[in-house]
């Protein structure tokens, strides 16, 4: 029988993830409130932001502000599309770093107007480079399981591409069900092969609650031998680039769901709420996922 872990870590991707997609301008100072409170409340992993173009990506304009505001408490990463993105970050004193790749080729190209192998051939280099520089190198798996344009993507392909990145000397893949319609079955088979092929790596498992399946596919995860995990606080998050995807799993969720199984996290619950409720006025919907509905209902 399957033994859970002890632990789990959860990586907060709300400040980037969650708010990269939200119609609203978050001023700086919010975000960073919001950063802060994360932090109190024991996310030690975070995505903070994005050295993006503000021209496609509006909300993420203030990153290298947010690099110099933020204090420095475990590891804190960046997304970074492309090698201006990764120059921006380092200079502005980034020390991990995020890169980003579709399984599938026309996810890919409405993201970044490149194929798969284009935007991998762009990468290796960039990716060796900073390796050899001693940054840390997080890449984002996008659409490994479905994408909005071509459906179900072949799990193989999957797996060869996390390979190469693997081969290029990435400390960590994230593995992402994109638009949320993954299944806890696809779930465990995926990173069950994942976690036998790539034994050396850290894996963390990334999914989205298009179709409130999120923490069945975590805790799929979680059986396949999975204990990082990205989550963002509230709910927020959608991509941009995909059609369909609603908000990432709540860390809230999680955490209470991991709790109650007895697998610790080093999250406290009541300051994560606290936290949330700092950024709740600053985006369009109010946030509702089941465990911070609960929280605003006992107030």
């Not at 890169?99 to 190209?109: D, I, P, T």
């Not at 069900?177 to 995926?190: K, V």
Request: aromatic content about 8%.
């Amino acid at each position: 029988m399957f033994s859970l872990p002890k632990t789990t870590t959860i990586i907060e991707v709300g400040p980037r993830d969650g708010l990269q997609n939200e119609a609203r301008n978050v001023n700086t100072e919010d975000k960073l409130d919001f950063i802060r409170a994360l932090q109190e409340a024991g996310l030690q992993e975070m995505e903070l932001t994005s050295f993006v173009s503000p021209k496609w990506v509006p909300q993420m304009a203030d990153a290298r502000d947010i690099i110099a505001g933020v204090k420095r408490a475990g590891r804190q990463m960046v997304l970074t599309p492309n090698e201006r993105g990764i120059t921006s970050a380092l200079e502005a004193g980034a020390d991990a770093i995020a890169v980003f790749v579709g399984v599938s080729n026309s996810f890919n190209e409405k993201n970044i107007n490149k194929t798969t192998a284009q935007s991998m051939e762009a990468l290796k280099p960039l990716i060796e480079k900073v390796k050899r520089d001693g940054v840390f190198v997080r890449a984002c798996i996008s659409t490994a399981f479905h994408c909005p344009f071509e459906g179900k993507v072949d799990p193989r392909d999957t797996v060869e591409l996390c390979r190469q990145f693997v081969d290029w000397g990435v400390d960590e893949l994230s593995v992402a069900d994109t638009i949320g319609l993954a299944d806890p079955q696809e779930s465990h088979e995926l990173f069950s092969r994942l976690k036998e092929q790539f034994p050396d790596v850290l894996i963390a498992a990334h999914f989205h609650d298009t179709r409130r399946m999120a923490l069945a596919n975590a805790y799929a995860a979680l059986l396949a031998g999975v204990d990082r995990f990205d989550a963002s606080a509230g709910g927020l998050g959608g991509c941009p680039f995909a059609p369909g995807a609603t908000g990432n799993v709540a860390t809230e969720d999680l955490v209470h769901m991991f709790h109650h199984m007895g697998v610790d996290t080093g999250v406290d619950l009541e300051k994560l709420y606290e936290a949330i409720s700092l950024i709740e006025p600053h985006v369009s919907n109010p946030l509702q996922t089941g465990m911070y509905t609960l929280y605003k209902n006992r107030k």
